[in-house]
């Protein structure tokens, strides 16, 4: 695997590519024969195997048709493409990071403090987040169909291995009524069944909500390849080793205060 191949920006550039052209409904072969490249190099790009200049992604993109907006985003993306880091302040880029990231791991950690982590929540647990009237309504709506997505993909055994680290806190009614509360408990117990899937219960008194903030760590065999952290819109996601290393940390931290099978 390339360094190229584990750039954020990359992956993000490489995934809104193939959506601008799947959106326009042509071809890999015919855009680029439009474009005037060997559709094997036109593939890498949509691969996030090489990043095109931004020159070269302002003529695909010039070709497309494709909005403003996207072209603007994708353009930045390319003029980023060396960073470690790639702060997504819009969420266009979380889906396909976090795909990418996935697919290249062999373990996913995600620790949620406060908060029952949005791929294993309930449609009635997360309608009542929603209520709240704190989240973009459209941003809502695009997060249900993916957590639907997702949750398919996480039932299929074939996958890295993903555990959820759950703060305490989670588990009060807060967020919701007890009645949504103990249905997505509930749930939670038959997700803790799946093969792939660990749930476990981190005390408060161990780590205090505050202390460490929700994040996503995605590791290989050879040691973390990425982290991500979530913010209310948008995320950032980093390969940087020192933040790895400070995650990995925290990760091996939390593990040991978890705890199974101590649902409320």
Known sequence: MTETALRPAVIALAGGLREARKER?????????????????????????RAPQDTIVAHILGVLRAPQSVREHLIDLA?????????????RAENYLRTAFEQRSTRVTEWSPT???EVL??????????????LDPETADVSCLL?????????????PPHTFLIGEVAT???????EVLRDQLDQLRDWARR?????????????????????????????????????????????????LTTYEKAARAIRRHAAENAWP
């Open 147 to 159: 957590r639907t997505a997702r949750q398919l993909a996480l039932s299929d055994e074939a996958g």
């Open 195 to 243: 093969p792939r899937i660990g749930v476990r219960l981190v005390p408060a008194a161990d780590c205090p909500p505050g202390v460490v903030e929700p994040f996503t760590l995605y590791e290989r065999r050879a040691g973390a390849l990425a982290v991500a952290l979530r913010h209310h819109h948008g995320a950032v996601y980093s390969t940087h080793q020192d933040a």
């Open 172 to 178: 009060r009614p807060d967020a919701c009524t007890s």
């Open 25 to 49: 409904g042509i071809g890999l072969r015919r855009l680029a024969d439009m474009i005037g490249i060997y559709p094997a190099v036109l593939s890498s790009f949509e691969l996030g195997q």
């Open 115 to 117: 908060l029952i982590p």
């Open 79 to 91: 003029r980023r493409s060396h960073d470690r880091d790639l702060i997504d302040r819009t969420g």
């Open 121 to 134: 929540q309930t449609a009635e647990y997360a309608r009542a987040l929603r209520d709240t009237g704190l």
